[in-house]
């Protein structure tokens, strides 16, 4: 029973390099969500898919951008990433009218 | 901007004492409300969830909502240093659905031996 499965776990990026992060779900959830938790800040939106073909802007979007690849995969890409995008990224995913938010087990991303 | 505050802590508590952990919103009209546990270095968790007034009791958990007031608390009766970890709190605000919950920025609870 996966859940919310994400990849990778750790990376390291230099300035300036871009990655994508992967998230999958398997439990026919609608909508998926890409969070950022910083020391002090709490868990930060940046973007949301509410449907497969769907994707908005959260709270803290710019540097990023996402793509809806079909019902279970949710990727998040750092064109060029920033010192400042240094955090632990968490995907989740819930059902429309539910909520409820399963998160997968978190990206610990460092940028020097 | 609606908000949900909650006490960062650390709150410390002896093993076997009830932990009291609050928390606060600024959208009147907010409708469900969440608890979750998150211990270091992993994700979080849910743990409790009420959509009305009152309490709502889940083995050693009670969640609390006083709508009216605008607070929601999570008591964890006889704790156990297993209970330590930061607790968030989690609501979905009126008008929302599809960007999710927002989440306060958690309590640290530490429950000592």
């Known amino acids: 029973n996966a859940g919310v499965t994400q990849t990778p776990k750790f990376q390291v990026l230099k300035t300036g390099q871009s990655m994508t992060l992967q998230c999958a779900q398997d439990?026919?959830?609608?909508?998926m969500y890409w969070y950022r938790q910083d020391p002090g800040m709490g868990l930060r939106l940046i973007y949301y898919?509410?449907?497969?073909?769907?994707?908005d802007k959260g709270e803290v979007p710019n540097g990023y951008n996402v793509s809806r690849l079909n019902k279970r995969e949710f990727s998040l890409r750092l064109e060029s990433a920033a010192p400042s995008q240094t955090s632990v990224y968490f995907c989740?995913?819930?059902?429309?009218?539910?909520?409820?938010?399963?998160f997968g087990q978190g990206t610990r991303l460092t940028v020097v | 901007q609606k908000e949900v505050e909650q006490n960062s802590g650390p709150l410390s508590v002896p093993e076997g004492a009830i932990a009291s952990l609050n928390c606060t919103y600024s959208?009147?009209?907010?409708?469900?409300f969440f608890w979750y546990r998150q211990y270091s270095g992993k994700s979080p968790e849910l743990i409790m969830f009420i959509y009305s007034n009152g309490d709502k009791e889940d083995g050693r958990f009670t969640a609390q909502l006083n709508k009216a007031s605008q607070y929601v608390s999570l008591l964890i009766r006889d704790s156990q240093p297993s209970d330590s970890a930061t607790y968030l709190c989690a609501v979905l605000l009126s008008g929302g659905g599809a960007d999710g919950l927002t989440f306060g920025k958690g309590t640290h609870l530490i429950i000592q031996p």
């Open positions: 959208d009147r009209g907010s409708q469900s």
């Open positions: 898919s509410a449907s497969e073909g769907t994707t």
């Open positions: 439990m026919n959830h609608n909508s």
């Open positions: 989740a995913s819930s059902e429309v009218g539910q909520y409820e938010a399963f």
